[in-house]
């Protein structure tokens, strides 16, 4: 099945810091999306993009799916963006939501 | 749209005993999905429906669990009998097509 990696497994940012969370997979995706999982455990769909570009607000996402990595740019990080960040990502032929989810990025944003 | 519901939000039971998580998906979606999470092995799929009909049950651990859509505002995961290694949180999604999936706030299931 397909592999998929996320980097940096933990992160520490101070308040207002600006960062990029990697998602690599290993095989062609018909779906790609990314998830801000809360420090009280509730899963947030952040952006479906299986390719291009998204902005929403302080968030953007690029997927290249050609090159099989997807990016979550975080920029003037605040307190309330600490969680775990998922990448999940939807195999060819399957259905659009079957997805088969990464280890996370652990994100500490500190005051 | 309320999201999706779940319930319980916590469940403690003794081993051996039989264990019912409730969904409910948002309004309009035809896909539900039930995944589990757990420190060593992550979020992973156990079952999916669409249209209230199961689709791909592979990722059910074994056959104490069981699951069910008896209609399009409505599922059931089912754990008979429970046991200690089944303690997990428990997400129930919903979407609708080519759309995002939406997660309810999961169920805690401890067994001792």
């Known amino acids: 099945g397909i592999q998929v990696e996320q980097s940096p497994p933990d992160l520490i940012l101070q308040e207002g810091a600006n960062s990029t969370l990697r998602c690599n997979f290993s095989?062609?995706?018909?779906?790609l999306q990314w998830f801000h999982q809360n420090p009280w455990g509730q899963l947030i769909n952040l952006f479906y993009?299986?390719?291009g570009t998204k902005q929403n607000g302080r968030l953007s996402a690029t997927t290249v799916a050609t090159e099989r990595y997807s990016l979550l740019y975080i920029s003037s990080s605040q307190t309330t963006d600490s969680g775990v960040y998922f990448c999940?990502?939807?195999?060819?032929?399957?259905?659009?939501?079957?997805?088969?989810f990464g280890t996370g990025t652990l994100l500490a944003a500190q005051p | 749209d309320a999201g999706v519901i779940q319930s319980p939000r916590h469940e403690v039971t003794e081993m051996g005993q039989e264990v019912t998580l409730r969904c409910k998906p948002i309004s309009g979606h035809n896909s539900l999905f039930w995944y589990r999470q757990t420190m060593m092995r992550g979020l992973e799929l156990l079952i999916y429906?669409?249209?209230?009909?199961?689709?791909?049950d592979s990722g059910m651990p074994e056959d104490r669990f069981s699951a069910k859509m008896p209609n399009a505002s409505f599922s059931t995961l089912k754990i008979q009998p429970s046991e200690p290694r089944d303690s997990a949180v428990y997400f129930c999604?919903?979407?609708?097509?080519?759309?995002?999936?939406?997660f309810g706030n999961g169920t805690r299931l401890t067994v001792t």
């Open positions: 993009i299986p390719s």
């Open positions: 429906f669409n249209n209230n009909v199961p689709i791909d």
């Open positions: 999940a990502v939807g195999a060819p032929g399957g259905a659009t939501n079957k997805l088969i």
């Open positions: 095989d062609s995706v018909n779906n």
């Open positions: 999604a919903s979407s609708s097509g080519y759309s995002p999936l939406h």
